[in-house]
């Protein structure tokens, strides 16, 4: 493979970061990998682990001969990251990131962005709960989706260029503009993180018996709640900055939840079987 990315620079070389220099590199898609962040420790276990091939203590040395820049920390650390990247990337990089929810981070760094760099909003729908430069793998993204959200003002060859980036590491992209963007994710992923830390603090909170009932947890609350392990600042910062999207999932969600309760109250056969039925066939669809 032809190297796509003489230099890379990520900020934030955690399970998103870390993968997608990971996946470059199984590529041979990259040249250098520069690692920038806040933990000593992790930047030198992802040196360590080849992650990243140096560290570089500051954002604006770190960025400063980078060709693309990956900004992969919490969603509202990004347009301060940004700001201080910006004015010292060379003419002609790229800012790209893999924030969760795009209208607050366009919004932010858009005009930051100054003559001469590019800027290119992104979002790897893959992920675990893990978290760190220890999570990374490099087929993280492989038979993935990414969705990029350029608007009216990004340079059409730095999209491409984005784009073929994720290509690289075996995702699949998608362009979509911001709002849909963040109203999609909003319903698809961020609803779900909302209530599975629900049913955990719910079920956990239960107290008629002595014991942690949460000990008698199988397959079923397990697979459920995988994701209730997530990392609690990514998910703060999610909720703070797609709260129109989430809120209007979350009263949907209410809708549904009361309907189902109603029906459980009245001991109503059919329509419950009718609604577990529903359920199952749109589930097994897209299995
Ligand atoms: N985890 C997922 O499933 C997933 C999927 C897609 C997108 N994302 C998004 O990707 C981003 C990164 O998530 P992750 O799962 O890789 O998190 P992570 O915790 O694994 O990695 C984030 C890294 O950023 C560093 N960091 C935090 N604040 C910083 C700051 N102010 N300056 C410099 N470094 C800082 C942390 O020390 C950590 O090493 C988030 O915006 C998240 O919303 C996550
Ligand atoms: O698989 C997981 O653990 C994830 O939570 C990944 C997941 C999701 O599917 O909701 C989480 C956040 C993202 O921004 C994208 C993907």
Redesign the pocket.
Known sequence: MNVLVPRLAVVGVGLIGGSLALGLKAAGAVGEVVGIGRGRANLERALELGVIDRISDRVEDGVADADLVFLATPVQTLPAIAAAALPHMKSGAILTDGG?VKGSVVKAIEPLVPAGVHFVPG???????KSGAEAAFATLYRNRRCILTPTARTDRGALELVRQVWRCVGSEVVVMDVQKHDRI?GA??HL??MVAYSLVNAVGSYDRYEENILEYSAGGFRDFT??AS?DPTMWRDIALTNREALLEMMELFERFFAELKEDVRRGDAERLFEFFLRSKQSRDAIL
């Open positions: 969760s979002h790897p729908i893959a992920g675990t709960e994710l698809i992923s779900p993180h995988r994701i997530s």
